[in-house]
């Protein structure tokens, strides 16, 4: 069964310190790792996509890297608008199509 | 260009009712997926529907149903509610079966 854990659950930051969310996978057949943000009474946010390990993507203080076991969202230099719950899904090969299984998430706190 | 609409926003139902949710997708999106999301178990997939067949379906009763209409336009329905249907049920939509997903804000729906 594909799964999906996220570590830490939650995440407290002063603005400008660095650090790291990890998603861990089991998948049968990656076609895609996901990564989306999501706001308080917010739907998701799209991110990224990465398709392969050795993938990296990048946006403003954001970057997130894939190995064939997980996945890192670097985070440099947060600032308050970053917090917000960062969620991982993995989209196996099916076709059926479109499913992603998602983790529970990192609650991102950046405090000024 | 719009986002993806979910109405209505919130609900209040009582135990035993039934109840629809309404999801616009994206211009030109012609899949469309349908979640649900509570803090004890996150994000789950209900359903996908593209082209208005459904290409999968989740682990959830039957009582959970849905449909989608030729303009691409999607309802899910479910059928005597209980107290742990409670939760934050988000429609998202994409250009094709394996794209990015792209959120609505939800329906958060409370069964009392």
């Known amino acids: 069964e594909d799964q999906v854990t996220q570590s830490p659950e939650a995440l407290r930051l002063q603005e400008g310190e660095s650090s790291s969310l990890n998603c861990s996978y089991t998948?049968?057949?990656?076609?895609?790792l996901f990564w989306y943000r999501q706001d308080p009474g917010k739907g998701p946010e799209f991110l990224f996509t990465?398709?392969?390990a050795g993938e990296e993507k990048e946006k403003e203080r954001l970057k997130a890297t894939l190995t064939k076991k997980e996945s890192f969202l670097h985070i440099t230099a947060p600032k308050p608008e970053d917090s917000a719950t960062y969620l991982c899904?993995?989209?196996?090969?099916?076709?059926?199509?479109?499913?992603?299984?998602f983790g529970a998430g990192t609650i991102l706190r950046v405090k000024s | 260009k719009a986002g993806v609409t979910q109405t209505p926003r919130y609900l209040i139902k009582t135990r035993g009712q039934q109840v629809t949710l309404s999801c616009s997708p994206i211009?030109?999106?012609?899949?469309v997926s349908w979640y649900q999301q509570t803090p004890g178990q996150g994000l789950q997939f209900l359903f996908e529907?593209?082209?208005?067949?459904?290409?999968n379906k989740g682990n959830f009763p039957g009582r959970f149903s849905g449909r989608q209409f030729s303009n691409s336009r999607s309802e899910m329905n479910v059928s005597t509610l209980e107290l742990g249907d409670s939760a934050l049920y988000l429609c998202?939509?994409?250009?094709?079966?394996?794209?990015?997903?792209?959120f609505g804000s939800g329906t958060q729906l409370s069964v009392l």
């Open positions: 998202a939509s994409s250009l094709a079966v394996g794209e990015k997903l792209f």
């Open positions: 998948v049968s057949g990656l076609r895609g």
């Open positions: 990465l398709y392969s």
């Open positions: 899904a993995v989209q196996a090969h099916s076709e059926y199509g479109n499913k992603l299984v």
């Open positions: 211009s030109g999106h012609r899949s």
């Open positions: 529907y593209f082209s208005e067949t459904q290409r």
